[in-house]
């Protein structure tokens, strides 16, 4: 079992920047091993259908990194726009030998630019 919680999204200037965190905690049950193969960030504005936003090592604008250790992902969002405004969620695929490759969402993290 995998549960993802985002924290640091919030209202923000244009122009300003953000530092969104995914944290994951697996739960391993009957001696089961978890491996998190891959944390995404996607995000959705409303009207609008879900959009990757950063994975691996992408930067530019959106630069994510991840600290395999302590399982959690972080999400540097830079020169923020209006039209960054959308609910901001984590994705995590993860690998266990009993179940295979299982994918999880969290419960996502609204970030608001104000013009």
């Known amino acids: 079992q995998v549960q993802l919680v985002e924290s640091g999204g919030g209202l923000v200037q244009a122009g300003g920047s953000l530092r969104l965190t995914c944290a994951a905690s697996?739960?391993?049950?009957?001696?089961?091993?978890?491996?998190?193969?891959?944390m995404k960030w996607y995000r959705q504005a409303p009207g609008t259908q879900r959009e990757l936003v950063a994975e691996?090592?992408?930067?530019?604008r959106f630069a994510i990194s991840r600290d395999h250790a302590k399982n959690t992902v972080h999400l540097e969002i830079r020169s923020l726009k209006p039209e960054d405004t959308a609910l901001y969620y984590c994705?995590?695929?993860?690998?266990?030998?009993?179940?295979?490759?299982?994918?999880?969402w969290g419960q996502g993290t609204q970030v608001t630019v104000s013009s």
């Open positions: 994705y995590a695929n993860v690998w266990s030998p009993g179940s295979g490759s299982i994918t999880y």
């Open positions: 697996v739960s391993a049950t009957n001696g089961n091993i978890f491996r998190i193969t891959a």
């Open positions: 691996d090592t992408s930067g530019g």
